[in-house]
């Protein structure tokens, strides 16, 4: 396996995209305070870069419920502002950045959902320009004008786009002023601001894959089948394992064989970070609450070593963003921990050979994962020498 550009920078060589591209970038990276290690650079707007006007289409309406105005600011400064406040408010997990229409687009995970999110900037030109304390590099550039910025849910958690909207209100004016209030409110049609299948949706569909359904059964029925699902499905389901398993309790359905199971397949069938992340951080907290080894039952147990063989899979293919690695490992050292003690003698050598195969390469993938790694393959070796002690039990 190649281990090779696991460092790679936001969006490349810096941020600022080569003319007529966009930026993008996924990436994990820092757990601390639910923000991103790799933080956003700030020059991903250039002063270069100007906000468009408001389209002159009449159908075209900005839904004044989810747009902030701010005072007449440097729309590179805004941009970048922006960014800083994606990174502050939320676990960025994979970003686009267009500042050619001065649009942000962000996989964001916040208070444990996911959110598909977007951020447009508008330049309002107006009569009577003023200044502000942000203006900075460009001001002189042209007319002074009032910019909206407008947010809009495209998939994901609705609970968490509204919070992470409130914050941005707050946010923006204390950055850059707020605009005096004019004209009156417009609405988008909600079929422009609202993901397929989720209009006039404001408070979360609990009972779609992403919510917390009352059973897991059709969650767990539709992970079984994720090798055939699209990314945003799966995404919503990795979600949906995740909130049931922090609500969880010992005994609860999350921690039966077939949930379980049902979280390895969705592993098997996804190599995306705003899956594997979300997925990998369940099956942690879901090892965590099972009985000890010996208590397992069967299906369980079987489940839990399938979960343990995935994760390791996902490992060796070394994921670029350092958090969706340091997840993997630590919910592999989790999940061996939580079965090697009862699995047979020719499981956990199968396994210990893997692992032991994995270690040299683990300590380019940094510290934390590389000391996980060495966890489980110590667990896995204590379940070896234990069956040549005895040579009879659990082989």
Request: charged share 20%.
């Amino acid at each position: 396996d190649s281990f090779a550009d696991l460092h790679r920078p936001f969006g490349g060589e810096g941020c600022v995209a080569p003319k007529g591209r966009s930026i993008k970038s996924s990436g994990f990276d820092g757990l601390a305070g639910g923000r991103s290690q790799q933080e956003v650079q700030p020059n991903g707007f250039d002063p270069e870069h100007e906000a468009p006007p408001l389209p002159s289409d009449p159908l075209f309406s900005l839904d004044e419920l989810t747009t902030v105005r701010v005072r007449p600011t440097a729309a590179y400064v805004l941009g970048n502002i922006l960014l800083e406040f994606l990174n502050e408010a939320s676990t960025v997990l994979s970003l686009k950045v267009n500042p050619f229409k001065y649009s942000i687009k962000a996989q964001i995970l916040r208070d444990g959902q996911l959110c598909c999110v977007k951020l447009r900037v508008y330049a309002q030109h107006t009569a009577a320009p003023h200044q502000s304390e942000l203006v900075g590099r460009g001001s002189e550039r042209g007319p002074s004008a009032e910019l909206a910025v407008e947010a809009q849910r495209r998939s994901g958690d609705a609970l968490a786009f509204m919070s992470l909207f409130r914050e941005l209100a707050e946010y923006l004016p204390s950055r850059c002023g707020r605009a005096a209030a004019g004209g009156a409110p417009q609405k988008r049609p909600a079929e422009a601001t609202e993901a397929p299948g989720q209009q006039g949706s404001t408070s979360g569909n609990r009972d779609a894959p992403g919510g917390a359904p009352e059973g897991l059964g059709p969650l767990a029925d539709m992970a079984l089948g994720a090798g055939a699902l699209p990314l945003q499905l799966r995404a919503d389901l990795a979600a949906g394992f995740l909130r049931a398993a922090q609500g969880a309790q010992a005994g609860d359905d999350v921690c039966r064989g077939e949930a379980i199971a049902a979280l390895a397949a969705l592993l098997r069938a996804s190599s995306e970070g705003e899956v594997l992340f979300p997925a990998a951080e369940a099956l942690r907290r879901l090892a965590s609450l099972l009985p000890p080894p010996r208590r397992l039952d069967g299906a369980a147990l079987t489940a839990l070593a399938d979960c343990s063989t995935a994760v390791l899979e996902k490992l060796r293919a070394a994921p670029a963003s350092s958090n969706v690695r340091l997840e993997l490992s630590g919910a592999f050292a989790a999940a061996i921990g939580g079965c090697a003690e009862a699995l047979p003698a020719c499981a956990a050598l199968d396994l210990e050979v893997a692992v032991r195969d994995l270690a040299p390469h683990a300590i380019d993938l940094g510290d934390t994962v590389h000391a996980n790694v060495l966890t489980a393959l110590s667990t896995l070796r204590q379940r070896l020498q234990t069956a040549t002690a005895q040579p009879g039990l659990y082989s």
